[in-house]
Nanobody
């Protein structure tokens, strides 16, 4: 089984920064991509960023490109997202997710962490 645990959320003023972490445990050997998603109240969950486990290729939503940076530490099975120049519209519950090499969709999800950006 796989467990994903997020940390690093909180309250920050607009223009500030936060760094989220996602620690994976369990059967992580067949991970393909790990990503971050977010969901604001009354809105659909949306993709934020992702990183391919094998080669570190990164992918970003247009709304965060240039402000957010996703990275990984393979030795610790941990993925990070550095969020700079935060805006009130970045306020959401942020989830970490993992897709394995054998599946087309994200199989595993963390519990999430709240990010609130005040204006």
């Amino acid at each position: 089984q796989v467990q994903l645990v997020e940390s690093g959320g909180g309250l920050v003023q607009a223009g500030g920064s936060l760094r989220l972490s996602c620690a994976a445990s369990g059967r992580t050997f067949n991970f393909d991509i790990m990503g971050w998603f977010r969901q604001a109240p009354g809105k659909e969950r949306e993709f934020v960023a992702a990183i391919r486990w094998s080669d570190g290729n990164t992918y970003y939503a247009s709304s965060v490109k240039g402000r957010f940076t996703i990275s990984r530490d393979n030795t610790k099975n941990t993925v990070f997202v550095q969020m700079n120049n935060l805006k009130p519209e970045d306020t959401a519950f942020y989830y970490c997710a993992a897709k394995t090499v054998t599946r087309d969709s994200y199989d595993y999800w963390g519990q999430g962490t709240q990010v609130t950006v005040s204006s």
